[in-house]
Antibody, heavy 117, light 112 residues
Framework: QVQLQESGPGLVKPSETLSLTCTFSGGSTSTYYWSWIRQPAGKGLEWIGRIYISGHIDCNPSLKSRVTMSIDTSKNQFSLSLTSVTAADTAVYYC???????????WGRGTLVTVSS | DIVMTQSPLSLPVTPGEPASISCRSSQSLLLSNGYNYLDWYLQKPGQSPQLLIYMTSNRASGVPDRFTGSGSGTDFTLKISRVEAEDVGVYYCMQAVQVPYIFGQGTKLDIK
């Protein structure tokens, strides 16, 4: 069974860098892409970006200057870094597996990241 | 960016009755391969989103056949033939024809 699990600090100070890791298991890596999606409390879903095992990355232009993503297939992990965070970055962050037919078939449970001093 | 607009935003439904959610995109989601890249997700209370429908009309594994997706181009619909209590939550459409992928605002379905 495919599983994804987000991990990382739940509290980040303003202007600092948010760093999250998603560990996946139960499936191959080569035929999928791996994404981050976030959801502020009580609001909708915002697509952050995706990474392929080739290293190719697509990011939301609204966040592109602050986002870095990486993938380590030897550890079955991919990561997100978001720099210069503000309170507007407070959200539940989900990692998800993207299928070749361009949909997300598996999601992590999400991790709440709060930006506050 | 493509703009995704869902309606209604709130949908109270009596169990056993049908329900319908509309999703409109600001650009066509139809590619030259003939497929429309529009997905539907359900986020049940306290849970992460789960895939219901992909490429407009394909039910994900384990999704009951009371869920039906249809549409083409810029107009799409998710229909539930007979709503059950377990169907409560927020329904999102998502376009996957170009990055950034964009979700609709969400439609909250609850039971009357």
């Amino acid at each position: 069974q495919v599983q994804l699990q987000e991990s990382g600090p739940g509290l980040v100070k303003p202007s600092e860098t948010l760093s999250l890791t998603c560990t996946f298991s139960g499936g191959s890596t080569s035929t999928y892409y791996w994404s981050w999606i976030r959801q502020p409390a009580g609001k909708g879903l915002e697509w952050i970006g995706r990474i392929y095992i080739s290293g190719h990355i697509d990011c939301n232009p609204s966040l592109k200057s602050r986002v870095t993503m990486s993938i380590d297939t030897s550890k079955n992990q991919f990561s997100l870094s978001l720099t210069s965070v503000t309170a507007a970055d407070t959200a539940v962050y989900y990692c998800a597996r993207g299928n070749g037919d361009y949909h997300y078939d598996y999601w992590g449970r999400g991790t709440l990241v709060t930006v506050s001093s | 960016d493509i703009v995704m607009t869902q309606s209604p935003l709130s949908l109270p439904v009596t169990p056993g009755e049908p329900a319908s959610i509309s999703c409109r995109s600001s650009q066509s989601l139809l590619l030259s391969n003939g497929y429309n890249y529009l997905d539907w997700y359900l986020q049940k209370p306290g849970q992460s989103p789960q895939l219901l429908i992909y490429m407009t009309s394909n039910r994900a594994s384990g999704v009951p056949d009371r869920f039906t997706g249809s549409g083409s181009g810029t107009d799409f619909t998710l229909k539930i033939s007979r709503v059950e209590a377990e169907d409560v939550g927020v329904y999102y459409c998502m376009q996957a024809v170009q990055v950034p992928y964009i979700f609709g605002q969400g439609t909250k379905l609850d039971i009357k």
